[in-house]
């Protein structure tokens, strides 16, 4: 509190207003609510507009702002004419007078700020509706001066369409003139020469008269001549001095060919004998003696000729014998090259005896080499084994890892999944370093480690078609897809992993081993079959079926599979499939073993093989089921129908199509680009 006749402080004002806070909160509250606005009806710029308020409301504060410290100054610096005056009004109003004057001082002020501030908002705003008329009218009238330009565009670029078509029909006229023109000329020039070769050919005809009529004259005067020869020779011989040469034989065989020619020529007309003087006796007997001598002249020289023909043509034989020798040799090679192209396994070495009825020449000699290069391998890898040092322990115990986790992402929901397998095994195998758990590895830190790497990655390949595939056979078809893609990188793979799988399952050599004569064991022999024998104990035969139809079933999805994207040629491809069909074709069929694999086989790459074959690989499956089946029947016995039937069925069914089904599980080459999207879980 101030005492009696002292003027207050600046500090006893603040404190004042701080008791009397709600007061002046509610006044200033009430004092700042503008009075209600209404907008014209026009249409502004927003974010102009927004920027306009903000600066108004900033100047409004400041003039606020400025009007306060000037009242405080004036309260605080009194006139030396009123101060006496104030003290008393001061003294005598007291605290209450004091805020009452200052709080309607304020709301004076804070209400002139608030129509100024209304003022300059109405100008600011009816400026910015100016400023966007004239904007508005600005951008009509660009708008109408653009439309005009295009229309005007539009009716040039017309304008000249319409010439050039002008221009064009003009020159179309003109060209069809000149070709009317032109073919007139040529019409003419082909009826001159038409009515030139009628006359050429008239004038020939005339020639060709007149020449034959001329050769009929000379005709009949040498036929005249003849008569008359002929008479008179048949006169001299009717006289019995030249009786003696009626016998000769060629006077005999010439007399005889001059009388038939004579007969046609005169129509068997005889004429009267005469009698003939010595003179033509003479001439006759000269020419009979020349007759004779130009004869045996003649047989002279036609003996010397064929003595002579004789040797050209025993040399000529001779040389037409060694020709046809090498003819016939050529043509052998000839018959030999395309049998061998037509079959090539006749040009291989023959297969053991023992053997020769379980398995075909190519197919051993594949299964020979591919179990050499896996023998090969498995030394390594157990070299590798052998090798008790730490790094190859933790170098072998990744690999296993990497395998392990490579073949978790093999499914068919999506090529993504198979990408990410093969992305890791490709990285290994080319030498790359992956990362394991706190550990990087990399196969050719340890000697043979990629020969290890390799024949691990065809085992754990193998043991997925053995068990997984043996229970669902859909499995079969991304499992393909995976081994595809890393044989498409790694052709050692490949050779490793049918040479495994020809190991565990015979029959996609094709070949059903034999039992040997040298006292084989039923366990080796079942185990030279595909069984499982743990402990002495054969496996059962149906657990035994199912898994050599995984392996197969596998093998036929390689065949018939699309390479990934990138790989031009199948490491493997369908023509493999008609050379296995063949081979197993050409052997004595199975009991209950050569209907379940063919059947699994056929189920698989059946479609894509009548794709690629059509019509050849339809009469294949009639022959099929017209003649194979019945053996299959005959070595069966009545047992095992159950696989026969289900063969005959499928077999009936696509020879009644003309076509074959895809199998279930099918999957086409565009499932390589498909992709699996995991849901984000959270936000």
């Known amino acids: 509190m101030m005492s009696p006749g002292t003027s207050p402080s600046e500090a006893e004002i603040l404190n004042l207003l701080q008791k009397k806070d709600q007061k002046r909160e509610f006044f200033y509250d009430v004092c700042h609510q503008p009075p209600p606005f209404q907008a014209p009806p026009a249409i502004f710029n927003l974010k102009t507009l927004k920027f306009a308020l903000e600066f108004c409301e900033e100047e409004a504060f400041a003039d606020e702002e400025k009007h306060k410290i000037m009242e405080k100054t004036c309260a605080l610096t009194p006139n030396k004419d009123e101060s006496t005056t ?87 006229e003109e060209t069809y003139k000149k070709l009317e023109e032109e073919h007139k000329r040529e019409q003419q020039v082909i009826v001159e020469k038409f009515k030139n070769r009628q006359e050429e050919a008239a004038r020939r005809q005339r020639v060709k008269y007149e020449q034959g009529k001329e050769r009929m004259g000379k005709g009949r005067q040498v036929k005249n001549e003849c008569d008359e020869t002929a008479q008179k020779l048949a006169l001299h011989l009717q006289d019995p001095k030249f009786s003696c040469f009626t016998d000769h034989p060629t006077i005999v065989a010439n007399m005889n060919t001059s009388r038939k020619v004579m007969e046609i020529m005169n129509h068997s007309t005889h004429a009267d004998l005469v009698v003939m003087d010595t003179d033509h006796l003479q001439h006759l007997h000269q020419c009979h003696i020349n007759f004779h001598e130009a004869i045996y002249n003649c047989k002279k020289q036609l003996d010397q000729l064929r003595a002579a023909k004789n040797i050209e043509e025993a040399e000529h034989k001779k040389k037409m014998e060694e020709f046809r020798i090498k003819e016939e040799q050529d043509l052998k090679a000839k018959k030999e090259k395309e049998m061998k192209e037509k079959n090539p396994e006749r040009s291989l070495p023959r297969v053991p005896k023992e053997l020769e009825l379980s398995v075909s020449r190519g197919a051993y000699q594949v299964n020979k080499t591919l179990t050499e290069k896996l023998n090969e391998y498995q030394m390594k890898s157990d070299q590798v084994v052998k090798t008790k040092t730490a790094e190859n322990k933790s170098t072998t115990m990744d690999i296993r890892k990497i395998i392990s986790r490579a073949f978790s992402s093999i499914t068919d929901r999506a090529g993504s999944d198979l990408k990410n397998c093969l992305d890791d095994l490709h ?80 029959f996609v050599i094709p070949m059903y081993p034999p039992p040997t004569k040298d006292g084989q064991s039923v366990e080796d022999y079942s185990r030279s079959l595909g069984y499982k024998v743990v402990n002495g104990k054969i496996e059962d035969q149906e657990i035994y079926l199912k898994r050599m139809s995984g392996m197969i079933r596998t093998y036929a999805a390689i065949i018939q599979s699309s390479t990934p994207p990138g790989c031009r040629r199948h490491p493997h491809g369908i023509e493999h499939g008609w050379i296995w069909l063949s081979r197993l074709l050409n052997m004595e069929p199975r009991k209950g073993l050569t209907a379940t694999i063919l059947y699994d086989f056929l189920d698989v790459a059946a479609h894509a093989m009548h794709a690629s074959y059509g019509k050849e690989f339809i009469k294949l499956l009639n022959m099929i089921e017209a003649n194979f089946i019945v053996e299959i029947e005959k070595v069966s016995n009545g047992q095992f129908r159950g696989p026969t039937e289900r063969l005959r069925h499928f077999l009936q069914e696509c020879n009644q199509a003309s076509c074959v089904r895809k199998p279930e599980g099918h999957l086409e080459k565009s499932f390589w680009n498909t992709y699996h999207e995991t849901g984000i879980v959270g936000g």
């Open 86 to 172: 104030s003290k008393n009004e001061i003294h005598g109003l007291g605290e209450e007078s004091l805020l009452s004057e200052m709080r309607h001082q304020i709301n004076r002020d804070l209400s002139k700020m608030n129509k100024k501030f209304e003022e300059e908002k109405q100008k600011l705003l009816f400026e910015k509706q100016r400023e966007f008329e004239e904007h508005k009218k600005a951008a009509v009238s660009t708008s109408a001066q653009h439309l005009a330009k295009l229309k005007a565009a539009r009716q040039l670029k017309k304008k000249k369409q319409d010439e050039r078509i002008k221009q064009y029909f003009i020159e179309t």
């Open 427 to 506: 990285r290994m195998l080319k030498g790359e370093n992956l990362k394991v758990g706190n550990r990087q590895l990399n196969v050719r830190s340890i000697d043979m480690g990629l020969e290890y790497a390799q024949l691990q990655i065809s085992k754990s390949f193998v043991k997925q078609s053995e068990d997984y595939v043996s229970s669902s056979h859909k499995g079969a078809y991304p499992l393909a897809f995976t081994i595809l893609g890393v044989w498409s990188e790694d052709c050692t793979f490949g050779e490793l992993y049918l040479a495994q799988l020809q190991t565990r399952c015979p």
